[in-house]
């Protein structure tokens, strides 16, 4: 069965730390795996990875895929009190289907 | 990026009727639209594949009866909930392709069923 986790579930930082969030997947037919943000409303999208080692930087906030291993971290750097959400990582298959792991809760305290 | 718009962004019904929610591409063409129902605290679970001009496409466990989708043109799927019940309470979010497998979410339909 396609699975995709992440961890950690939940996370609180203060402002200025540095964040790693982790997400493994077993997914058949993988095509690619997003990482979205979603704050009160429905997800916003952060970055899509198709290839290994290659990382996709926006801002402060990077990501890196290892294909291998089977998984992505996201990055965020000098973390900021509006980057508390929930970060979904999503894997995509062959049929344009996306599969969701949990979620990670992060707070960033002031 | 690509604009997915729904509607109603809210709504709240009696048990027993049954409640349509619209997604549009506003600005491209989606043959393929997905649908997806989100409980708090939890992660987007995908209800069904909308595919333009044919039947949607169920995921394993999603009743087709009660949750019908209708997919008639290039930028417009509706998902109906028919009968619905407060278990049925949850947040409802479309989303679709521009690219491969980039998708867009609409800003999503919350639905409360008393």
């Known amino acids: 069965e396609d699975k995709v986790v992440q961890s950690p579930l939940s996370l609180v930082v203060h402002e200025g730390d540095t964040v790693t969030l982790n997400c493994s997947y077993e997914?058949?037919?993988?095509?690619?795996l997003l990482w979205y943000k979603q704050e009160k409303k429905a997800p916003t999208f952060l970055f899509m990875l198709?290839?290994?080692?290659i990382e996709k930087k926006s801002g402060r906030l990077s990501s890196i895929l290892d294909k291998k291993e089977l998984f992505s971290i996201l990055n965020i750097t000098a973390t900021q009190t509006g980057d508390s959400a929930v970060y979904l990582c999503?894997?995509?298959?062959?049929?344009?289907?996306?599969?969701f792991g949990q979620g990670t809760t992060l707070q960033v305290k002031p | 990026g690509a604009v997915v718009s729904q509607h109603p962004s809210r709504v709240i019904c009696k048990s027993g009727t049954s409640v349509k929610i619209e997604c549009r591409s506003l600005?491209?063409?989606?043959?393929?639209m997905f649908w997806y129902r989100q409980f708090p605290k939890k992660s987007l679970m995908l209800m069904a594949t909308?595919?333009?001009?044919?039947?949607?496409?169920?995921e394993q466990g999603v009743e087709k009866d009660k949750f019908l989708i209708n997919h008639a043109s290039l930028t417009l799927s509706t998902l109906t909930v028919t009968s619905a019940h407060p278990e049925d309470s949850s947040f409802y979010i479309c989303?679709?392709?521009?690219?491969?497998?980039?998708?867009?979410f609409g800003p999503g339909t919350r639905l409360l069923v008393l």
């Open positions: 999503a894997v995509a298959s062959n049929t344009g289907k996306l599969i």
């Open positions: 997914v058949t037919n993988f095509r690619s």
């Open positions: 198709t290839s290994s080692g």
């Open positions: 600005d491209f063409q989606a043959t393929t």
């Open positions: 909308s595919n333009e001009g044919s039947k949607a496409t169920y």
């Open positions: 989303s679709s392709h521009l690219y491969q497998e980039t998708q867009y």
